[in-house]
């Protein structure tokens, strides 16, 4: 399928196989007008029972023999951190569009290889974050462009639980992209920007792991446009997991586990008034098919990226995070690499 063709159904790749791997292909079963084709492993061993339990098509036992697949317009990149850059070069390369899991890449230098590959090639690429895609997330931008609650000026966020893991598991070690920040912190951070603009200067600090990656982080953000950020991340601590954005008359809150809730509140205040309602928004599914619906629309519209998950703010938000991990000492093998 060339970009901007009509055809009945968007067809997807999936490279990899693991957890969310298999979250997005069962979120793909309940998408309109999408259709998981293939997926790949590097053994066919991963790859078989996989296509074989979601229904598709073909199987493949390498990467590249995905990348070249013919009759996949789209691939979901679902492999670690550390191996995002390297996988949608190949895609890339291989003719198809492709939707990156987060974090985008290890870092900002990583991104803007990807990001330019695509423009070069015109091929969609977008940041899989998928909370920008959920219903709940679409109301609240919604209700703050109305200027119900007056110009946002504040955002709060956190997103926060506890890592009862072995000192071996992923989200620990540090050759797999492990720590706090990159698996967690990106939520908050992606949140703040999407609601208050760019950021112009960030302030972080953090606990860090005996493997040298962080266990908890803090950060402040000041945001070109006005306005300021606090958000944190935590693998040491359930915290409350919400989102709040505040205005001049009032603030919208999104509620417990905001990546993926249903429920948001909007209070206004006025003087001595207080008003407060409270909507329920059910997500699809597991929510992730509300990103592949957005991903089809955009290859119809023959477009390379989203409005709503821009190629330039993927790259300053990759900037931001690796301003927070100078402060706080959280340094990757990819940070070394030519």
């Not at 979601?54 to 990348?67: K, M, N, P, V, W």
């Not at 070109?224 to 693998?235: A, F």
């Not at 809150?253 to 990546?259: K, P």
Request: charged share 20%; with cysteine; proline share 4%.
């Amino acid at each position: 399928m060339t970009q901007g063709a009509t055809t009945p159904f968007i067809r997807w790749g999936i490279l990899g196989t693991g957890k969310i791997a298999r979250a997005f292909a069962a979120a793909l079963q309940i998408t309109p007008d999408a259709k998981l084709v293939a997926v790949a492993s590097r053994s066919m061993e991963s790859a078989a029972p996989f296509a074989q339990e979601f229904g598709a098509e073909r199987a493949h036992g390498s990467y590249q023999a995905l990348a070249d697949d013919p009759e996949v317009d789209v691939i979901y990149i679902a492999t670690p951190h550390p191996m995002h850059h390297e996988n949608a070069l190949l895609c890339l390369h291989g003719g198809k569009a492709v939707l990156v899991e987060k974090s985008f890449t290890m870092n900002r230098r990583q991104a803007e290889e990807v990001i330019a590959l695509a423009r070069s090639k015109k091929l969609f690429v977008m940041e899989a974050m998928w909370t920008r895609f959920i219903p709940a997330m679409v109301e609240a931008r919604r209700i703050i462009e109305s200027g119900e609650i007056g110009v946002p000026a504040n955002v709060s966020a956190d997103f926060g639980f506890t890592a009862n893991f072995g000192p071996e598991h992923r989200v620990f070690n540090p050759v797999l992209g492990g720590g706090a920040l990159l698996d967690l912190g990106i939520y908050p951070l992606s949140m703040a920007a999407y609601f208050l603009g760019p950021v112009a200067a960030v302030q972080a600090q953090a606990e860090m792991t005996a493997s040298g990656v962080d266990m908890q982080t803090v950060f402040t953000l000041k945001h070109e446009q006005g306005g300021v950020s606090t958000c944190s991340c935590s693998l040491r601590s359930r915290s409350p997991t919400e989102l709040v954005i505040s205005g001049s008359k009032g603030y919208v809150r999104l509620h417990d586990r905001f990546h993926n809730t249903s429920t948001l509140s909007v209070v206004l205040v006025d003087g001595s008034s207080r008003s407060e309602r409270t909507l329920q928004l059910p997500i699809a599914g597991n929510g992730y098919t509300h990103e592949a619906q957005e991903v089809g629309r955009c290859l119809r519209a023959g477009l390379i990226e989203s409005p709503v998950m821009s190629h330039d703010e993927t790259l300053a938000i990759m900037g931001t995070l690796d301003e927070i991990r100078r402060q706080i000492g959280l340094v990757y093998s990819a940070d070394s690499a030519n």
